[in-house]
């Protein structure tokens, strides 16, 4: 039996129906199962539609149950009805010491997303429903009445698009946020405590450029992204 009790349907959700993000778990891409590779809506099979559905797991086990339940549906011949089982990352090139390293981000931490089909009436078939219940670190689908609810369209394809984008080129994490005139503080360095502005941003180095006040002059240096913080 599954080790997480069932949740409470409408449990951190937003208004439009989807589980919130969150940017601060991340993932080595080395481990990042297979199944979590994007892909579009799979069409209809044997006379049924699949649509996008939230399953909520157990925090850090997310691309265990993903690689547990495509195994299940595997062996138990159910590709009819789920399809993708997936698990939403970014890619992010994170730099140190001028050394760079890739890693997956999960963009929904606690949520496995599963493209299933439903019964007419919107429930879950019982093989289906008794294949997921009983995967380790599995809670409940986001929903009501026993019933899923299928993720608006544009939902779906703003997350697909997001996944896709970041699996073709890896984003510097930190780097986002900064553009130039923003005040900052250099916190590690030979000009630690120097206060400045940016003038231009290297996302491609992990660098960028400040101006900073040297002996009452304006003077440009280029540091890693990590040596500087909002003022």
Sequence with gaps: MSDVAPMDHNHEMGDDGAPPPETD????????????????????????SMQWYVLRVAS?????????????????????RIGRILVP??????MRGGVARVFDRKLYPGYVFVEMATE??????E??????????????????DGKPTAMKPHDVEKMLA???????????????GMKKGDAIKVKEGPFENFEGEIDEVFPDKGQVRVIVTIFGRATPIELEYWQIEQA
């Design 60 to 80: 850090n086990c997310e691309d265990r149950v993903c690689e547990a339940l495509t195994r299940k549906v595997k062996i138990e011949h159910l590709d009819d």
């Design 89 to 94: 990352t970014q890619r992010e090139k994170r």
């Design 120 to 125: 007419e009436d919107g429930s879950i078939p």
């Design 162 to 176: 997001v996944v896709e984008k970041s699996a073709e080129q890896p984003t510097l994490a930190g780097m986002a």
């Design 127 to 144: 093989d289906v429903w008794f294949l997921v219940r009983e995967t380790m670190s599995v809670g409940d689908f986001i929903g009501s």
């Design 25 to 48: 778990t991340a993932a080595s891409a080395e481990t990042a199962p297979e199944a979590a590779a994007p892909a579009r809506s799979k069409p209809a099979t044997g006379g049924r």
